[in-house]
T-cell receptor
Framework: SQQGEEDPQALSIQEGENATMNCSYK?????LQWYRQNSGRGLVHLIL?????REKHSGRLRVTLDTSKKSSSLLITASRAADTASYFC?????????????FGKGTKLSVKP | SQTIHQWPATLVQPVGSPLSLECTVE??????LYWYRQAAGRGLQLLFY??????ISSEVPQNLSASRPQDRQFILSSKKLLLSDSGFYLC?????????FGNGTRLTVT
């Protein structure tokens, strides 16, 4: 069953602008992860934030987590054309079978040069 | 680091034909292994996961089956494909969090 829901479904920006994607989820989580998928390829892990963390940075990526609102955001600063991809949030639930990740439907980001 | 090999990259099969997709993992031992399916423009649906040789759990009832004959080999099969089996199939492995994915197999059932 779907757990995370990304918003917006699609986002188009100019190179150099910041891109913000949001994710909402339904149940208590152990951690939340963001993945990136280039067209027709597998997913690549970007960043993981644990339920007791509120913000995490990795290069041009900034992730926030608000467990009271059951939401997370991914910010990509100074975007580049190479950032064009789909971005998925995934949650690992407490008590989930083998801690399996549940993925959202993704945000399709297009960065125009 | 982990490397996930999936083949073939693309496959076109007629309805009613059998299916066998293979996934092998390098760089880790005793990983958890997963098969996901991704419909066009959609998120990932977990189909099967395995915590060890011969141990398969199915997340959704379907026309597919999975097997793990070796520690780092995961196979997705069907005896008779349906049109609804078309999609992008991804194998993933987890030695330590996070998941590592293969490059997927695009299956078209005609």
């Amino acid at each position: 069953s779907q757990q995370g829901e990304e918003d917006p479904q699609a986002l188009s920006i100019q190179e150099g602008e910041n891109a913000t994607m949001n994710c909402s989820y339904k149940t208590s989580i152990n951690n939340l992860q963001w993945y990136r998928q280039n067209s027709g390829r597998g997913l690549v892990h970007l960043i993981l934030i644990r339920s007791n963390e509120r913000e995490k940075h990795s290069g041009r990526l900034r992730v926030t987590l608000d467990t009271s609102k059951k939401s997370s955001s991914l910010l990509i600063t100074a975007s580049r054309a190479a950032d064009t991809a789909s971005y998925f949030c995934a949650t690992r639930n407490y008590g989930g079978s083998q801690g399996n990740l549940i993925f959202g439907k993704g945000t399709k980001l297009s960065v125009k040069p | 680091s982990q490397t996930i090999h999936q083949w073939p990259a693309t496959l076109v099969q007629p309805v009613g034909s059998p299916l066998s997709l293979e996934c092998t993992v390098e760089g880790t031992s005793n990983p958890n292994l997963y098969w996901y399916r991704q419909a066009a423009g959609r998120g990932l649906q977990l189909l099967f996961y395995s915590v060890g040789i011969g141990q398969i759990s199915s997340e959704v009832p379907q026309n597919l089956s999975a097997s793990r004959p070796q520690d780092r080999q995961f196979i997705l099969s069907s005896k008779k494909l349906l049109l609804s089996d078309s999609g992008f199939y991804l194998c993933a492995a987890q030695g330590y969090s996070p998941l590592h994915f293969g490059n997927g197999t695009r299956l078209t059932v005609t």
